[in-house]
């Protein structure tokens, strides 16, 4: 039975995962590669791409499926990619398995212990701008670590040393969370802008209250509030714009109400083209 110091680690842990799972349509490896090299490099993670067969969906224009051929295919695919990742001095596990998406990638991020989630908005580098597809509600919905939405054309956040230096946490409402974006401006000494529509002293004293244990060498991050009349994707990409924002971080889906976070973002994506995560 995990204690409550355990919870804690693990919590405060997927600020800097030491492993981190890459779920691809094998299509969408392009522009995933680089992203996931990126981010492993930042907290010298190991990598796992995974992909699913679904037996019951072949590809749309096949006109004959075999699942033994299109298993190798996949392999084959992954371990390219997988030796270009070598290359560049990381650890990476190439994964094929036959099931539906959401059940394979939960079952690797279990095996592996993963604290991120690596996915692509869309299957196809060339395909127009659009909203999640249905796999990657899925994703985002029945995952407890911290996502990263990657798409075509999506710009480095690195600046300088490799980290990123600013993060941007907005706030609908009342602040509930923050905990994992506290954690990424903790673990890069980033600073951190908090747009909120709340009152300016309850943010600034809930976002840096939310830390149970202080820094070793008494560091926090910079935290600064950022009056806002309404949290919206325009307002949030045009403030990472004028504030040079390296790394977006959006709180997860809610329970009851996942509509809304999932307009959020697919808004955002469609608008903003740096790194967003959602935890």
Known sequence: ????????????????????????????LEYLTPTAIAQAQESHAELIFVHALVEDEPPAKAAYYNSLKAHRDARLALEVAARHVRTCGLGCTALVRHGAVRD???EV?????????????????QEKAS???????????HQWIPVSCA?????????????????????????????????LAKYFRADLLVPHEGSEE??????????????????????????????????????????????IVLDGPALFDPERMFRLL??????????????
Not at 2 to 28: G, K, M, N
Not at 266 to 279: D, M, Q, S, T
Request: hydrophobic share 40%; aromatic share 4%.
């Open 1 to 28: 039975m995990s204690t409550r110091v355990e919870e804690l680690f693990a919590q405060r842990s997927l600020a800097a995962p030491d492993c981190i799972v890459v779920a691809t349509a094998l299509t969408d």
């Open 104 to 106: 394979v990638v939960g």
């Open 109 to 125: 991020v279990q095996e592996k212990t993963a604290g991120r989630l690596i996915i692509g908005n869309r299957s196809r580098p």
């Open 131 to 141: 909203a999640l597809g249905q796999t990657a509600r899925q994703l985002l919905t």
């Open 151 to 183: 798409r075509p054309g999506q710009m480095g956040r690195h600046v300088g040393n490799g980290t990123p230096r600013r993060i941007l946490y907005p706030v609908a409402g009342e602040l509930e969370h923050g905990h994992l974006a506290h954690d």
């Open 202 to 247: 309850r943010a600034a004293a809930r976002i840096l209250g939310h830390c149970a244990v202080n820094c070793p060498l008494g560091l926090k991050p910079s935290a600064r509030w950022i009056a806002t009349e309404k949290i919206e994707a325009k307002s949030i990409a045009e403030t990472a714009h004028s504030n040079e924002i390296n790394l």
């Open 266 to 279: 697919e808004e955002l994506l469609n608008i903003y083209y740096g790194e967003v995560l959602v935890g």
